[in-house]
C-alpha cells in the first residue's frame, strides 16, 4: 500500500455546505493530483501541483479549489456543495519510475454524496 | 477523447482460467500503464510498457503493446479470486511536457472460486 491517505472516506452532507476533502502523502513526492471518477466512467483530473504554491486546473472543470502550502498536504475544497458534486474524488502523488516515466500512487478515495 | 479505452467493460471467469483485458487508444504515445482497482479503494499501479517495448511480463501478468493499432493487452494467468478488480490502462502522450496520464472506463473483472 502506498503512503497517501484521504480523509474522509465517506462524507454525506446537505447543498450549500463547505467541504474540504484531505490528502496527505508521506513519500516525498513534488507532484500530486486529483482525480474524479463517477461508477463505469474514466478518472477525470480536475487539479494538480507540480509542488508548493504550484496548483494548475486539469481537464475536467471543477467548481473546486486546491492550495499546496506544504508537499505533503494538498487539500481540495468545495466552497458551496451541490448534488451534481456527488462522485468518488481520488487524491494522487507521483514518481518517477523506470525511463523517467511517471508512476501514480493513489489513496483510497473520499465518496462523496451532497443531498 | 485521449483517454484510452478497454475491452470487454466486464469479464466473468472461473479461478484458474486466463484473462485478457485490451485497451485502445488514440494519440502517439510515451508509455502506456496498467492499474488495479479494487472496489472502494484507490487504483495501484501494475506494470509499465514504454512505446519501444512490445512485451513485458510480471509474475502472472503479461502487457503487450502494438503501436501501429494503437492497442495494448493485460492477460493475467492463472486467475484467483484475489485478482477480482477493475482493471484500468492509462496513456502518457508522447511531447508532453507534464506527463500526465489519461485514463479508461475500466474493465471489471470478476473470477468465481
Known amino acids: 500500500e502506498a503512503d497517501i491517505y484521504q480523509t474522509p472516506r465517506y462524507l454525506v452532507i446537505g447543498t450549500g455546505k463547505k467541504i474540504t476533502l484531505e490528502c496527505s502523502q508521506t513519500?516525498?513526492?513534488?507532484?500530486m493530483y486529483w482525480y474524479q471518477q463517477d461508477p463505469g466512467m474514466e478518472l477525470h483530473l480536475i487539479h494538480y501541483?507540480?509542488?508548493?504554491?504550484?496548483?494548475e486546473k486539469g481537464d475536467l472543470s471543477s467548481e473546486s479549489t486546491v492550495s499546496r502550502i506544504r508537499t505533503e498536504h494538498f487539500p481540495l475544497t468545495l466552497e458551496s456543495a451541490r448534488p451534481s458534486h456527488t462522485s468518488q474524488y481520488l487524491c494522487a502523488s507521483s514518481e518517477f519510475a523506470e525511463g523517467g516515466f511517471e508512476k501514480l500512487f493513489f489513496g483510497s478515495g473520499t465518496q462523496l454524496s451532497v443531498l | 477523447s485521449q483517454q484510452g479505452e478497454e475491452d470487454p467493460q466486464a469479464l466473468s471467469i472461473q479461478e484458474g482460467e486466463n484473462a485478457t483485458m485490451n485497451c485502445s487508444y488514440k494519440?502517439?504515445?510515451?508509455?502506456l500503464q496498467w492499474y488495479r482497482q479494487n472496489s472502494g479503494r484507490g487504483l495501484v499501479h501494475l506494470i509499465l510498457i514504454r512505446s519501444n517495448e512490445r512485451e513485458k511480463h510480471s509474475g502472472r501478468l503479461r502487457v503487450t503493446l502494438d503501436t501501429s493499432k494503437k492497442s495494448s493487452s493485460l492477460l493475467i494467468t492463472a486467475s484467483r479470486a484475489a485478482d477480482t478488480a477493475s482493471y484500468f490502462c492509462?496513456?502518457?502522450?508522447?511531447?508532453?511536457?507534464?506527463?500526465?496520464?489519461?485514463f479508461g472506463r475500466g474493465t471489471q473483472l470478476t473470477v468465481w472460486p
Open positions: 501541483s507540480y509542488g508548493v504554491n504550484s496548483t
Open positions: 513519500m516525498g513526492h513534488d507532484k
Open positions: 494519440t502517439s504515445i510515451n508509455n
Open positions: 492509462a496513456t502518457a502522450d508522447r511531447g508532453s511536457t507534464l506527463g500526465r496520464l489519461y
